[in-house]
């Protein structure tokens, strides 16, 4: 199955701007539309060399916007949608959750009505936390009842909920894909793996939320793309597909490779207090994918060393967002915890 014009919606975010920049060089005949509105997390710069580029181009708009949504599609006649806008910060939706479901909930529901008026395909991007916590001797599959614990999760879960259901009373054409925790090339240095490493990097405290047990399977973006692409192109339309390395390690163990691959002490680690209603693991089985042909290239040790390496090589992207609008997050969610905390 070949696309002729694809919508990416988020395509200026850390995910987003991976894919387009993965799907360009590999389906170079395609024409691919970014659609972003440009939040905080939204970075024209994250392609800034392919802006030049015949088959890119962008509108700045909200997905909420029905109107923009449509006039966006009918004039660069697209053919496929692919959906990674969103809030995407737990701590940011536990700071101010309504935007979660105005952009996550409203905004997915906006491009399903654009889908179903212009008879479009779309593809979902969502994410193993609506699963919510895995106990330990489980796997999340695709049919796994969804039991989202925070607004973030909530809000995300709510729009797998509404693909599906226009999959079923519509008859839309719809595949959703959910990843496990992403590191890699231009994540904005809010989350984990990337804050870790920029204040690593500055010689600053690693604030570890609790007693950093916590789970997570980090997977590197490339072979979030490679996913992506492999249910675009292979997938069974209407269904879900899990994409991850089906490997998980602990927060304190993913502090090790970063401190370690960045040559920085351990004595930067603070145990801070924990984030309220933290899922204590993620864990998805990816069998179904598997099937499909894909495979991971990386481990998660691997992906979490390459990340943090990306940080040091490219401080001329991150230190500009770091010393902006950054920091009053950063104070909010971090001055109290870090005046508290324990080596
Ligand atoms: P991100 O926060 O880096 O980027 C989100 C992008 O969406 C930004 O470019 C932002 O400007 C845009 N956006 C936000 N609200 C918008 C709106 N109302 N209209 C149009 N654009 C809007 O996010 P990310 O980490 O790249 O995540 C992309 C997708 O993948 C999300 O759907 C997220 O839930 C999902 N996901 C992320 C991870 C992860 O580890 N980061 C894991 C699994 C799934
Ligand atoms: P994060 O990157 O926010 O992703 P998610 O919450 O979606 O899994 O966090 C990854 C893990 O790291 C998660 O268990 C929370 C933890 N964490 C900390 O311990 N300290 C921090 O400052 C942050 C941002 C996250």
Known sequence: MTFGNLLITGGCGFIGSNFV??????HPESKV????KLTYAGRKENLADLWDSPNLSLVVGDIGDMEA???????????????????????????????????????????LEVARELGLRLHHISTDEVYGHIRDNHQSIETDELSPRSPYAASKAAADQL?????????LSVTIT???????????????????????????????YGDGLQMRDYAHVYDHCTGIETVLLKGQIGE??????????????????VLDTLSKDHSLVRHVADRPGHDRRYSMNVNKLRGLGWQPRYD???????????????????????????????????????????P
């Open 21 to 26: 920049r993965y799907w360009l060089e590999q």
């Open 33 to 36: 539309v970014v659609y972003d």
């Open 69 to 111: 949504v449509r006039q966006a599609c009918t004039e660069h006649q697209i053919d496929l949608i692919v959906n990674f806008a969103a809030e995407t910060h737990v701590d940011q939706s536990i700071l101010g959750p309504l935007v979660f479901t105005d952009t996550n909930v409203r905004g997915t529901h906006v491009l």
């Open 163 to 171: 693909v599906q259901a226009y999959a079923i009373t519509y008859g």
């Open 178 to 208: 959910r990843g496990a925790n992403n590191v890699g090339p231009y994540q904005y240095p809010e989350k984990a793996v990337p804050l870790f490493s920029t204040n690593a990097i500055l010689g600053e405290a690693i604030p570890v």
């Open 240 to 257: 879900v597909y899990n994409v991850g390395t089906g490997r998980e390690m602990t927060n304190l163990e993913m502090v090790d490779i």
């Open 300 to 342: 998660p040790r691997r992906a979490v060393a390459e990340a943090a390496r990306w940080y040091a090589d490219n401080r001329a992207w991150w230190e500009p967002i770091r010393s902006g609008e950054f920091r009053d997050y950063y104070d909010r969610q971090y001055a109290e915890r870090l005046a508290g905390a324990k």
